[in-house]
């Protein structure tokens, strides 16, 4: 018997999750299928729900249903909890299980793959939107020695500082919300875009100088050099897409349902070329 997975979107037609998770399979010798669903825009519950009556396994889940996931299942991991979104739903007997690898993905590509080390390091944050929301707990779970939010929207970026400031594992991290006009005479480490900006090729208002010596400008979109990465490599940071990202989110969700974690590397190597 073969396991049936899929990822389901709105766009979906650019996934690479079919081609990851198929080299995946065939590393490890798992006899699964797994292939990408365009959903209707109000049709994400009736699509799960037919894809679970058909035999399926689990799905991942793509912009713009990660919130709608985590709101149909009715168990959820710490992860999705703390991001209030899901990307990874197992199906079970006893239901719908919701996880969200997208910030295990995110710091496995800096602190193994890039090695870029996040413990200690001052961080920005680019963003207050579900992506951001989606890597924070893994982020700050990493140990920076500052992480600061920064949105165009101050009241974002205070919105998502708050549900953290209290808890007592993050109180040695200085943690700071800030708009882009107060990045003035900062710098730092690790700059990550969780933005938007790049779909439509727009700069953000960001100054050179907050990428520091030896900094890694880290944009988790991919396949395109956007305008952010464009700025960080003027300023001679190391530059790198969300592609390591999207593979290692892929192995950790992989492993969940499969219960062996693939090799990225190889992979990695091969989609890019694609």
């Known amino acids: 018997m073969t396991d049936k997975y899929a990822v389901i979107g709105n766009p979906i037609a650019h996934s690479k999750s079919p081609l990851i998770h198929a080299a995946f399979a065939k590393q490890t010798q798992q006899a699964m299928s797994y292939e990408a669903i365009l959903a209707p825009l109000d049709g994400f519950a009736a699509t799960v729900q037919a894809l679970i009556e058909q035999g399926y396994q689990g799905v991942n889940v793509t912009v713009p249903f990660k919130f709608e996931a985590f709101k149909l299942a009715n168990q959820h991991s710490e992860r999705a909890i703390a991001a209030g979104a ?4 197992t199906f079970t007997t006893q239901g719908i299980l919701a996880d969200n690898t997208d910030g295990a993905g995110l710091v496995r590509d800096i602190d193994h793959n ?4 996040i413990a200690g390091k001052r961080l920005l944050l680019l963003g207050a939107g579900g992506a951001a929301e989606g890597v924070l707990q893994p982020l700050l779970a ?3 020695s500052t992480l600061v939010i920064c949105n165009r929207s101050l009241e974002k ?6 549900k953290i400031a209290s808890q007592t594992q993050y109180q040695l991290i200085h943690l700071q919300a800030c708009s882009f006009d107060e990045l003035q005479n900062q710098s ?3 700059v990550i875009n969780a933005t938007s900006a790049g779909l439509s090729d727009s700069a953000l208002p960001i100054p050179d100088s907050i990428f520091a010596k030896n900094c890694l400008a880290y944009d988790m979109m991919y396949g395109r050099n956007t305008p952010f990465m464009q700025q960080a490599q003027h300023t001679g940071a190391t530059v790198a897409d969300g592609l390591g990202m999207l593979i290692e989110q892929a192995a950790e969700a992989f492993t969940i349902w499969r219960g062996v974690r693939p ?3 190889a992979v990695m190597q091969r989609i890019r070329n694609v």
Do not use: G
């Not at 899901?86 to 739903?89: H, I, P, S």
């Not at 890039?114 to 080390?117: K, T």
């Open 263 to 265: 090799e990225t590397q």
């Open 157 to 162: 970026a205070q919105t998502m500082l708050k």
């Open 86 to 89: 899901a990307n990874t739903l």
């Open 142 to 144: 990493a140990i920076p």
């Open 114 to 117: 890039l090695q870029h080390r």
């Open 188 to 190: 730092f480490d690790i």
